[in-house]
């Protein structure tokens, strides 16, 4: 099955100054939104406190639910209605938590019978997890999205430039820097900046050009996906985490497609320009890159819309990151390795200009 035919020839190339712009644009929304808000809104997984579910028998107002439970101490810090307006749900979050978690759907349910005793109240769910619990989930979640990152060089870098030890030595150090500076408290955020940043560095000295491409392609998805979680106040819990990674594998293997075409094109064409190449290889893809980001489109489309609110922002992050996923392996991944080649080019000719 094609969607495209296969003759088609579309400059992607040709428009990557566009794209670079608006990945840019969409990129510095991002930051500002989480430097605005001093970081994503981290939700009780990661900050701590206490998620209560509660369904009424009849619709009510979220600040009468807020105005009955003020008597309790657990700092109520939202009200939010959950799933089919019909099943008058509605999701509590709080700051404080509580030690005796057994005996706080009983005393809830009875704060808000006594409140509105004509309108029935049943607790459905309680959640609770301390600060300390919520910090040290939200340090390892970071630090397995970085492990994947860095696993992605190793493999990047071993199957396309078969550098394996240099690759595995690279991660290496960084693993080892990592766990170093770890030990002077500096936060786990920063120590991935850092690690971010140095990984590309040692990228480009050490030439691993289509890693660099899929690690650029990569950070760029998850910033524009927490840029828009941030944008739109919503929480960062444990399954967004779970999104983000599945993201990275997602738009990982559109961007191996279109590396080994690339590859493979490479030998075939030698003599063509390598814009011509990276392009012919893109859309040569093309049919396949749409059809397997569509059919996933709409299963996670589905589940969006029927599978409640449990899983709604999981699979709201996964809608994200496979448009943003496509859209980065065509017009971010590929175009990466152009721009290596021209600025090894013109580092080669300035070097060559200064011997003579």
């Given amino acids: 099955m094609q969607l495209i035919k296969p003759d088609i020839n579309i400059n992607f190339i040709g428009q990557r100054k566009f794209a670079f712009a608006g990945s840019l644009l969409l990129i510095a929304a991002s930051i500002i939104s989480l430097i605005l808000k001093g970081g994503p809104s981290y939700g009780i997984d990661f900050a701590g406190g206490t998620l209560i579910q509660v369904q009424f028998s009849q619709a009510i107002p979220p600040q009468a639910i807020k105005d009955a439970l003020r008597t309790?101490?657990?700092?109520?810090?939202?009200?939010?209605?959950?799933?089919?307006?019909?099943d008058n749900e509605y999701l509590i979050r709080a700051t404080g938590s509580s030690t005796a978690l057994e005996s706080l759907a009983p005393k809830i349910t009875k704060v808000l019978k006594s409140a509105y005793p004509e309108n029935e109240a049943e607790v459905r769910r309680v959640e609770m997890v301390g600060p300390k619990v919520g910090k040290d989930l939200r340090e390892k979640a970071l630090l397995a999205m970085f492990s994947a990152i860095l696993f992605i060089i190793v493999y990047i870098s071993g199957r396309f430039e078969l550098k394996w030890m240099l690759s595995i030595i690279v991660a290496s150090c960084l693993f080892f820097a990592l766990f170093t500076l770890k030990k002077f408290d500096v936060?786990?955020?920063?120590?991935?900046?850092?690690?971010?940043?140095?990984?590309?560095?040692?990228?480009?000295?050490?030439?691993?050009?289509?890693a660099t491409g899929a690690i650029v392609a990569l950070v760029h998805d998850v910033m524009i996906t927490v840029g828009i979680f941030s944008l739109m106040?919503?929480?960062?819990?444990?399954?967004?985490?779970?999104?983000?990674?599945?993201?990275?594998?997602?738009?990982?293997?559109?961007?191996?497609?279109?590396?080994?075409?690339?590859?493979e094109n490479t030998r075939k064409y030698h003599r063509q320009p390598y814009n011509r190449i990276i392009n012919r290889s893109i859309n040569e893809t093309l049919s396949r890159t749409l059809l397997t980001s569509l059919t996933t489109l709409v299963v996670v489309?589905?589940?969006?819309?029927?599978?409640?609110?449990?899983?709604?922002?999981?699979?709201?992050a996964l809608i994200i990151g496979i448009i943003v996923g496509t859209y980065s392996s065509v017009y971010v991944a590929s175009p990466i390795l152009l721009v290596w080649q021209q600025a090894t080019k013109t580092s080669a000719g300035r070097l060559k200009k200064r011997r003579r």
Avoid at 187 to 210: D, E
Avoid at 301 to 316: E, N
Wanted: proline share 2%.
């Fill in 72 to 86: 309790t101490d657990l700092d109520i810090t939202s009200v939010q209605g959950f799933g089919e307006t019909k």
């Fill in 187 to 210: 936060s786990i955020p920063t120590l991935i900046l850092i690690a971010i940043l140095v990984t590309l560095g040692l990228c480009f000295y050490l030439k691993l050009r289509f």
């Fill in 233 to 263: 106040n919503k929480d960062f819990t444990l399954p967004i985490i779970a999104a983000l990674l599945t993201i990275i594998g997602y738009s990982l293997n559109d961007t191996i497609i279109v590396f080994d075409r690339i590859r």
């Fill in 301 to 316: 489309v589905a589940l969006f819309v029927l599978g409640g609110g449990i899983i709604h922002d999981f699979a709201f």
